[in-house]
Every structure is written in structure tokens, then in C-alpha cells.
């Protein structure tokens, strides 16, 4: 079936330094491709999306990037801040009903 | 906002009860959706469900139902609650589909299965 590969499962850096999650998706299929934090204890919320007919959209020190040949999309996090850590998803969507989530990247980042 | 509200925020039951797990959103959107989370599983979709008393099963529907009498309330049940149901549950909303939509989630319900 169709399934998203999120690596690494667990990502340390320092204040300042620049982060990146990587996800591969099987469903050639999907269109839409949307990033969620989950804060300790809080809901998964929405930090940014991006469409199959779009390869980067950023906003301020976030960006995502999509290759569809190859499969890949990628969270990319600059100048990273102590209130970044948290668990981020992955997710893909053919723009059926099911949204496809990777198992999750665990960000610290350390003071 | 959208404004996803899970009934409890713990939950602590016996093996073989009945649970209900509640969900209300305030957004008038059409599809809602339920899903566990487990360390290292991210989010695993239940059911969900499109319009009122349509649902569909997802990927792991094995021992729970739902139900969505009105378009705001979706619920889960556990039939005959088992430890291995010991998680976190996790309601979501989206609009209709077309062209993806981003989904809002509750603030989850951790329960326990004793």
C-alpha cells in the first residue's frame, strides 16, 4: 500500500544551525504534501504545504522543497530556536480523503 | 480558528468496557477523520467519515466503530476495549476534498486500558 519513509527519526542540533527532514512518498499519484508540528502535549498543527505544481515555497525560516521524479520532499529550518523542538509529520494526499503521514522526526535544539 | 474539541484529555478504562471517545468541530467541515498515534507509528487513520452517517474504514478499523449522527460530532468506539488499544487518539477535520486539504486536529485523548 501506500506509505511515507520520514528519516531522520530523531534530529539534534545547536541554536542557530539549520535543520532538515526528508520524506519519500510511494503513491506517484500524490498532489499535496503538508508539514505538521506537534508540540510536547499539544495537537499536530499545520506549519506549512506545498502542491505538486509548486517545488519550494517558503515562509520566513521554514521552506519545503518537491521533487516528484524522484519522490522526495523536504522541511528545511534555518536558524533554529530552542522553541523549534517538537515532533514534525510528513504527510502526502492524492486529495482523496486519506493523507498518508510519515512516522515522525523529533527535533531538539539545544541552547 | 477551527475549533477541534475532544471530549476528555485522559481516559482510563478496563479491558472488556465499551468506550466512547467524542469529538466536535465548529467549522462546518465535511470530512472528519480518527486516527491513533503511537511512538515511532506517527498517525495511523481509524475511520473516517465524508458526511454525515457515511464513514469509511481506514487503515487499522479492527475493533472500533464510529459513528456521525450530526455533521459536527464524530465518535469512536471501542467495542470491547483491549490493552493494545492503550494510546493516543487523535480526531481531525478537513473541507471537502479536491485539491488537499490541511487537516485540524484535536488536543488528542490518552487512554489507558487497564
Known amino acids: 500500500g501506500e506509505n511515507v519513509e520520514q528519516h531522520p527519526s530523531t534530529l539534534s542540533v545547536q541554536e542557530g544551525d539549520s535543520a532538515v527532514i526528508k520524506c519519500t512518498y510511494s503513491?506517484?499519484?500524490?498532489?499535496?504534501f503538508p508539514w505538521y508540528k506537534q508540540e510536547l502535549g499539544k495537537r499536530p498543527q499545520l506549519i506549512i504545504d506545498i502542491r505538486s505544481n509548486v517545488g519550494e515555497k517558503k515562509d520566513q525560516r521554514i521552506a519545503v522543497t518537491l521533487n516528484k521524479t524522484a519522490k522526495h520532499f523536504s522541511l528545511h529550518i534555518t536558524e533554529t530556536q530552542p522553541e523549534d523542538s517538537a515532533v514534525y509529520f510528513c504527510a502526502a494526499s492524492t486529495g482523496g480523503f486519506k493523507t498518508i503521514f510519515g512516522a515522525g522526526t523529533r527535533l531538539f535544539v539545544k541552547a | 480558528d477551527v475549533k477541534v474539541t475532544q471530549s476528555s484529555r485522559y481516559l482510563v478504562k478496563r479491558t472488556g468496557e465499551k468506550v466512547f471517545l467524542e469529538c466536535v468541530q465548529d467549522?462546518?467541515?465535511?470530512?472528519m477523520f480518527w486516527y491513533r498515534q503511537d511512538p515511532g507509528l506517527g498517525l495511523r487513520l481509524i475511520y473516517f467519515?465524508?458526511?454525515?452517517?457515511?464513514?469509511e474504514k481506514g487503515d487499522i478499523p479492527e475493533g472500533y466503530s464510529v459513528s456521525r449522527e450530526k455533521k459536527e460530532r464524530f465518535s469512536l468506539i471501542l467495542e470491547s476495549a483491549s490493552t493494545n488499544q492503550t494510546s493516543m487518539y487523535l480526531c481531525?477535520?478537513?473541507?471537502?476534498?479536491?485539491?488537499?486539504?490541511?487537516?485540524?486536529f484535536g488536543d488528542g485523548t490518552r487512554l489507558s486500558i487497564l
Open positions: 503513491d506517484s499519484a500524490s498532489n499535496y
Open positions: 467549522m462546518d467541515h465535511e470530512n
Open positions: 467519515s465524508y458526511d454525515v452517517k457515511m464513514k
Open positions: 481531525a477535520s478537513s473541507q471537502r476534498v479536491g485539491r488537499g486539504q490541511p487537516q485540524h
